[in-house]
């Protein structure tokens, strides 16, 4: 296939301006119709990647999820705050949470048969992202296996997440306010806490035999934990991680 090679140094900037991530080098254009950028920063088309759903066809009325994979239909972000006021699009909070509307088999775990934690109807919150998104009867939705979900949330506060698995709900300590020297710290300079104090656990993870293994922590407890760990939540009554038991480091006493 002939191909035609132009060099950088052989192009004006003025009949280019689009082109600012252009490095010495050469751009060959395929007779094809492909064109090869050789040297070209990867930086100048980081903007062109797109992610999007996948559209479901309407001829298609029914989705059932296989294994321990779950079909949850996404809560729709909110568009106001709680004081009225319209959020734009780039504002909205993308939703951590949602319906199931359909469940999977389970899985075999060793000699177990382990159902899917889960039930059809249950509010679920699942992990930042996880799964893969999906248009189906016109709502957004997400397949997902089941040790992506967090945990049951049945009410608007999230203190009466009930986790699942080996998830603990942590309520977060408040930043110091004063430095070791009685420095007043602005919110700028707080560093964000990694101490809390358990809320609730999961029953723990599945064995080689298909059991669950109780957690090494319990609700009362005040833990450590890692510090980019987990899934962050605005309570009611102040901030909340969830997050696997394996990511807590040390109970403190």
């Not at 016109?138 to 397949?143: E, F, M, P, T």
Request: hydrophobic share 40%.
């Amino acid at each position: 296939m002939a191909t035609a090679q132009l060099t950088a140094s052989s192009i004006s900037g003025r009949s280019l301006p689009s082109f600012e991530g252009l490095r010495p080098s050469s751009v060959k254009f395929a007779s094809a119709g492909h064109v090869k950028l050789v040297g070209v920063s990867q930086r100048s088309f980081r903007g062109l990647v797109v992610k999007a759903a996948t559209v479901v066809a309407p001829k298609y009325t029914s989705i059932k999820p296989l294994g321990d994979r779950v079909l949850v239909k996404i809560k729709i972000a909110d568009e106001k705050t709680q004081g009225g006021i319209l959020l734009p699009t780039t504002a909205q909070t993308k939703p951590q949470g949602g319906e199931v509307v359909a469940v999977g088999e389970g899985r075999a775990v060793g000699k177990a048969k382990v159902e899917v934690s889960v039930k059809t109807g249950s509010q679920v919150v699942y992990s930042k992202y996880a799964g893969t998104e999906l248009e189906f009867n016109g709502s957004k939705h997400l397949i997902l296996k089941d040790d992506d979900i967090v945990g049951i949330l049945e009410t608007d506060d999230v203190k009466d997440l009930k986790p699942l698995n080996d998830r603990v709900l942590i309520k977060i300590a408040e930043a110091e306010e004063k430095t070791a020297g009685g420095l007043l710290l602005t919110e700028a300079s707080k560093e964000k806490p990694s101490i809390g104090t358990v809320i609730a656990v999961g029953p723990g993870p599945l064995d080689e035999e298909g059991n669950r293994k109780p957690l090494s922590v319990a609700p009362g407890n005040t833990v450590m934990y890692s510090k980019y760990a987990g899934n962050d939540f605005k309570g009611k009554d102040g901030d909340y991680i969830a997050l696997r038991a394996s990511d807590v480091m040390a109970v403190l006493s």
